[in-house]
């Protein structure tokens, strides 16, 4: 079992950064693809870049190039680095852990990003 906590949303001007992280606890967590979600105002929850337990990543096209994904796996902690924000890239943005070996679905609490002027 983990339980993910993230954090680093906040509101930013558009083509501003921000990193969120997520923070993981359980002993295995290094073994758990981690994913990151956001969810806009009435809409559904799209998944936005994986990275898997070995370091491979994979985004969805409207953030490729400007959003990263990484893991520090002694800090028990992925990251997701956003430059280039648009408008449209608000939301609340979610982590999830999932493995094949275990049966849950893990999700943190959700944190809030907002792009605007």
């Known amino acids: 079992q983990v339980q993910l906590v993230e954090s680093g949303g906040g509101l930013v001007q558009p083509g501003g950064s921000l990193r969120l992280s997520c923070a993981g606890s359980?002993?295995?967590?290094?073994?758990?693809?981690i994913n990151w979600y956001r969810q806009a105002p009435g809409k559904q929850r799209d998944l936005v870049a994986t990275i898997t337990s070995g370091g491979s990543t994979n985004y969805v096209d409207s953030v490729k190039g400007r959003f990263t994904i990484s893991r520090d796996n002694a800090k028990d902690t992925v990251y997701l680095q956003m430059s280039s924000l648009k408008p449209e890239d608000t939301a609340v943005y979610y982590c999830n852990a999932r493995a094949t070996w275990d049966k849950g679905n893990y999700w943190g609490q959700g944190t809030q990003v907002t792009v605007s002027s």
């Open positions: 359980g002993s295995r967590f290094s073994l758990y693809t």
